[in-house]
C-alpha cells in the first residue's frame, strides 16, 4: 500500500508561481512512475506530467509545456511540480499519482492517488 499527500496548492494570480509537493510513503519501488493530473470543476481528470522515478524521464500536457517543472526527491520520497506563469485556465484540483512500470498519459493505469490539492489562478 502506498500514501501519497499532495501540498502546496493556493491562490495565485496569473502570471503568478506555485509548487506542489508529493509525499509518498509505504512500499514504494524504483520500477514506479509518478504523475500529475488535475480535474476542474466538471471536467474529467488530465494528464499534467509524468516522472520515472529511477531515470528522470518526463512528459507533459501541450498545455503546460515550458511552463511545469516536474522532479523528485528520491532521498525525501517526494516528486514535485513547479508551475510557473500560471494561466486562470490552470484553476483544478491537483492530484499525484504512482504506477507500476513506465511513463503513461493515462489515469487508469495508475494504482495509487492522493486526496488532491487545490490550485486557484484568479486573472
Known amino acids: 500500500q502506498v500514501q501519497l499527500v499532495e501540498s502546496g496548492g493556493g491562490l495565485v494570480q496569473a502570471g503568478g508561481s506555485l509548487r506542489l509537493s508529493c509525499a509518498a510513503s509505504?512500499?514504494?519501488?524504483?520500477?514506479?512512475?509518478m504523475g500529475w493530473f488535475r480535474q476542474a470543476p466538471g471536467k474529467e481528470r488530465d494528464f499534467v506530467a509524468t516522472?520515472?522515478?529511477?531515470?528522470?524521464?518526463?512528459y507533459y500536457a501541450d498545455s503546460v509545456k515550458g511552463r511545469f517543472t516536474i522532479s523528485r526527491d528520491k532521498a525525501k520520497n517526494t516528486v514535485y511540480l513547479q508551475m510557473n506563469s500560471l494561466k486562470p485556465e490552470d484553476t483544478a484540483v491537483y492530484y499525484c499519482?504512482?504506477?507500476?512500470?513506465?511513463?503513461?498519459?493515462?489515469?487508469?493505469?495508475?494504482?495509487?492517488w492522493g486526496q488532491g490539492t487545490q490550485v486557484t489562478v484568479s486573472s
Open positions: 499519482a504512482v504506477r507500476s512500470g513506465g511513463n503513461s498519459y493515462y489515469r487508469n493505469s495508475y494504482d495509487y
Open positions: 516522472i520515472n522515478w529511477s531515470y528522470s524521464n518526463t
Open positions: 509505504g512500499r514504494t519501488s524504483t520500477s514506479w512512475t
